[in-house]
């Protein structure tokens, strides 16, 4: 079984969690394209959706399946996205794909956070994956400071913009021993809008796609 079958896997697997009625959080990447692929056969089932990206926003409405203002919204149900990286103390990576401000606001007002990815995701540590984090474009330098002086290796993202007009530095050689802390740490640069370590909101669900099944993790 290939890395999209797999993902796939989780994502048909995620679907069980949608009930009538829902408005539905809905990620940005590779692995949550898969799920709202899905989300549009049951679409008939569920009030709308949130997206967490102009893209998947735009996938979405090419489904037919309604995407809605969160601010109309206020707290979700059920809130489903993929993850670069994962443990099994259901702690993540997140922001390969530099959605991270608004898939972080979407986690928080959601009651169940399911993560959804392909097996290769799961870790011991984070941190092999580029950790991003999401900056205001006049802090770039004095982030790549403060980060360097952790250990990390910063780098910006060249020639990318994120939906909100900031920048992505991606802190590249950074072991993460205790995702909690680094978070809270990170937090406090000024400049940084949003970190993708989602470890004081981590997922609630994690399921695994893989060549023998789905594995379902949770907290």
């Known amino acids: 079984m290939n890395a999209d079958a797999m993902k796939q896997a989780a994502a048909?697997?995620?679907?069980?969690?949608?009930?009538?009625?829902?408005?539905?959080?809905?990620?940005?990447?590779s692995t949550a394209n898969f799920f709202i692929d899905g989300l549009a056969r049951?679409?008939?089932?569920?009030?709308?959706?949130?997206?967490?990206?102009e893209a998947s926003a735009q996938r979405l409405r090419a489904h037919g399946i309604a995407v809605l203002d969160l601010n109309q919204v206020g707290e979700l149900p059920l809130y489903v996205d993929?993850?670069?990286?994962a443990t099994r103390h259901l702690h993540l990576i997140k922001g390969g794909g530099g959605a991270l401000t608004r898939e972080k606001i979407v986690a928080q007002?959601?009651?169940?956070?399911?993560?959804?990815?392909?097996?290769?995701?799961?870790?011991?540590?984070?941190g092999a994956f580029p950790l991003p984090l999401e900056v205001i474009p006049m802090a770039q330098s004095l982030v790549g400071r403060r980060l360097a002086a952790l250990g990390a290796l910063p780098q910006l993202r060249a020639g990318f913009t994120t939906d909100n007009?900031?920048?992505?530095v991606d802190a590249r050689n950074f072991d993460i021993d205790n995702p909690v802390e680094m978070e809270r740490r990170l937090n406090q640069i000024p400049g940084v809008v949003t970190v993708g370590l989602f470890?004081?909101?981590?997922?609630?669900?994690?399921?695994?796609?893989?060549?023998?099944?789905?594995?379902?993790?949770?907290?």
Do not use: P, Q
């Not at 993929?82 to 990286?85: H, K, L, R, S, V």
């Open 12 to 29: 048909e697997a995620a679907l069980s969690y949608v009930e009538i009625g829902d408005v539905v959080g809905v990620g940005t990447g």
């Open 199 to 219: 470890a004081l909101r981590g997922a609630d669900v994690l399921l695994l796609g893989g060549a023998d099944g789905v594995e379902e993790l949770r907290g």
């Open 165 to 168: 007009g900031n920048l992505i």
């Open 82 to 85: 993929g993850a670069d990286e």
């Open 109 to 126: 007002v959601s009651a169940r956070f399911v993560c959804i990815a392909d097996r290769s995701k799961l870790v011991a540590r984070l």
């Open 42 to 53: 049951i679409k008939n089932k569920i009030d709308g959706t949130v997206a967490s990206s």
